[in-house]
């Protein structure tokens, strides 16, 4: 498989009298860097700092210094390439400006420009391709680099007009190379005058139509499917036998009590692909002061809240207690109101703590 991608910058190439050559469309393979230089150096293989720093201008002098920048490109290209590898594709926003901010610092560079705008533009390539690895928003600001003049506001309205359009997804590569063209025209206006500056307000513009019938040709978007709502998973643990008597707190676990919760946060590793939430809440029995059952209910939700978080789980998880108002339905038989040894023993079931698990299990292979 390849894809086509049009040499914007390295084709277009000044003779010595300064006119500007043709460009033209080359194919690449999908996995090739796409920088390519036509009649230029290859970029050697050496590593670079992310910091993108090229030596100052006084040193581009010598074939040390030249072969240390050219690998500063290579290694912000690689990175770019590595972030397509990844699954950011390459009509992205951000990457394919990224990629043109690339790409037209390598081209002034190559003609020995010796203003800021190499720099200036493979900075913007770098911060951009930071933000895509780090997960941040890039953002869709375009700065004028190296005080570059604000070319034609008509264009800058219509990519305006583009971002906010319904199509703008099958128009953002067009748009973000359109932008960093209008920039490079507006540094070399002020560097060289119009007959600089013009043939790339001129690729701006095609890059600009370009833009505007993809997004007016762009088929509407599919409607996302709503997910299902997670399905949830409920069970009871025994109080008795994860705590000792009148206990609540971690040191109140008791050793079947621990072996219990290892295999409760083994299970909701091993059988779940994502957990939403886990809502714990203790129960009582009713034999005692009100109070202090429900004080007992609410350290027990809370200290299996807290041995799961101590354990892995990172899911959000609710702690609560309930005292003796939600009896089992198991205990309805249970008679009395004196705390024998039989009627405790009934009543058993009320001292719990019950479990909601709302996620999604794994599918069973």
């Known amino acids: 498989m390849t894809v086509s991608f049009r040499c914007v910058h390295y084709c277009l190439r000044r003779n010595d009298s300064g006119t500007a050559m043709k460009t033209r469309t080359i194919s690449f393979p999908h996995h090739a860097v796409l920088v390519v230089v036509l009649g230029a150096w290859v970029l050697p293989c050496v590593a670079a ?6 030596q100052l201008p ?12 050219h690998g500063v490109y290579q290694a912000t290209q690689a990175r770019i390439k590595a972030l397509n590898d ?38 913007e390539a770098a911060a951009l391709i930071g933000a895509l690895e780090e997960g941040r928003d890039p953002g869709m600001e375009t700065p004028l680099v190296n005080r570059a003049e604000k070319l034609r506001p008509d264009l800058w309205a219509r990519y305006d007009a583009l971002k906010r359009s319904s199509g703008f997804r099958c128009a953002a590569q067009a748009t973000a190379c359109a932008e960093v063209e209008l920039v490079h025209a507006g540094n070399e206006i002020h560097d060289g005058g119009w007959r600089h500056a013009k043939p790339y307000l001129q690729i701006a513009e095609d890059l600009t139509s370009r833009a505007e019938a993809q997004a007016a040709q762009c088929p509407a978007a599919a409607p996302a499917q709503a997910l299902p709502p997670a399905p949830s998973e409920r069970f009871d643990l025994d109080a008795d036998a994860l705590f000792a008597f009148d206990r609540g707190d971690l040191g109140g676990l008791l050793p079947q009590g621990k072996q219990a919760l290892d295999g409760m946060v083994q299970r909701l590793t091993a059988d779940y692909a994502s957990i939403e939430r886990i809502r714990l809440v203790g129960h009582s029995d009713r034999l005692g002061r009100q109070a202090y059952n429900q004080r007992l209910s609410e350290q027990r939700a809370w200290t299996i809240k807290q041995y799961l ?15 003796a108002r939600e009896p089992s339905a198991a205990t309805a038989q249970c008679v009395g109101t004196r705390a024998t040894p039989a009627l405790t023993r009934c009543l058993q079931p009320d001292r719990r703590v019950s479990v909601e698990i709302v996620g999604r299990q794994r599918e069973a292979r």
């Open 86 to 123: 990844k699954g950011v594709r390459v009509d992205d926003y951000a990457l394919a400006k990224a990629q043109c901010w690339l790409d037209t610092s390598f081209h002034e560079y190559s003609r020995n420009d010796r203003g800021g705008y190499p720099q200036a533009a493979l900075s």
């Open 58 to 69: 006084p040193q581009r002098i010598s074939a040390q210094a030249i072969h240390a920048d």
């Open 309 to 323: 978080q101590q354990h892995g789980i990172a899911a959000p998880i609710q702690a609560e207690g309930v005292g």
């Open 49 to 54: 700092e992310k910091a993108a720093a090229l």
